[in-house]
């Protein structure tokens, strides 16, 4: 290669860099910094996704009584909204899952107090609710609407059945896992009875006390969908059911599309309020 190609050639490179770095500066420094963040990242593949799953659908790969496409399950639910037949459904499913998780968390913390702090009622109390748990909640229909009928009493009492034992045993376990350590130290300092309880066990299993409240509401969830369809008129689980009478697809899916988004937003809530209640606990999670 010639001394002249290699000074055109390397013009050429020069007089490139150069108008990239004039294009550099005209673009805002906000924008060249612009990094894409990782929540619209994720979003990415979940879109892809609902592309293929339209383009199915309008293909014919997927037949409506198989699944309904995207825009016919977005239309419908935007058509019940606007409606408020969803906000009504929808209040009375909440109103029953509250109703049952607080009922349920009560006695579950009554409980595991009465047995984790007192070997008397850990003796007296401990086998009845270890009984009680193995039998499935399910199991219990019959019975329960041969006692109570086929109304709401019973199916609030099933979804307290369910919720019960999973805060009863964590927090028990969480009572009688204190660290020795920590009840030698307060005995060290003086504390009675009460004050060790108030101030060492019980903030001691907070952290187990969240883990079976978190699973008693995916335990409330499931027990809803069936209870409502015990003889309901209303409900996100009676919508559900009368949708599979008239093979509505679409609906089948906003209903399980609520069901998920509500236990997501809940669990949320419970983490959040967690945090809170545990910001003394040092956390080894780093950023």
């Known amino acids: 290669m010639t001394e002249k190609s290699l000074n055109a050639s390397s013009f050429s490179v020069d007089k490139a860099e150069g108008q990239a770095g004039v294009a550099s500066r005209l673009i805002p420094r906000w924008l060249r910094n612009w990094r894409t963040p990782e929540v619209l990242l994720r979003l990415v593949s979940p879109i892809v996704l609902l592309l293929l799953w339209e383009l199915a659908s309008e293909l014919g790969f997927i037949p409506a009584r198989i699944i309904a496409a995207p825009s016919q399950i977005g239309g419908t639910l935007w058509a019940m909204i ?7 459904h929808l ?8 109703l049952g998780l607080s009922i349920g968390v009560s006695i ?8 984790g702090l007192s070997k008397r009622g850990e003796v007296i109390l401990d086998s009845p609710m270890q009984m009680l748990r193995t039998i499935p909640s399910l199991a219990l229909v019959p019975l329960f609407i041969l006692w109570f009928g086929i109304g709401e009493f ?8 369910g919720t019960t034992f999973p805060v009863y045993l ?19 300092l003086g504390l009675n009875r009460r004050e060790l309880i108030w101030h060492v066990i019980l903030p001691g299993s907070l952290p187990s006390f969240f883990v079976g409240l978190r699973y008693s509401l995916g ?15 209303a409900g996100i689980g009676y919508l559900a059911s009368d949708a599979r009478d008239f093979m509505r697809t679409d ?4 209903c399980l599309l609520i069901y998920s988004v509500l236990g997501l937003l809940i669990d949320g ?19």
């Open 251 to 254: 609906v089948i899916v906003i």
């Open 219 to 233: 335990i409330s969830w499931l027990a809803l969908v069936f209870v409502e369809q015990i003889n309901t008129t």
């Open 82 to 88: 606007v409606s408020g037949e969803l906000g009504k």
């Open 269 to 287: 809530l419970i983490r959040t309020l967690e945090r809170f209640a545990l910001a003394w606990r040092p956390s080894f999670v780093r950023n």
């Open 91 to 98: 209040l009375v499913s909440l109103q029953r899952a509250l």
């Open 154 to 161: 019973t199916k609030i009492a099933l979804i307290v059945t």
């Open 170 to 188: 964590n927090l028990f376990a969480g009572i009688r896992n204190i660290d020795p350590k920590l009840i030698e130290a307060a005995n060290t």
């Open 108 to 115: 579950g913390v009554v409980a595991a107090l009465i047995t």
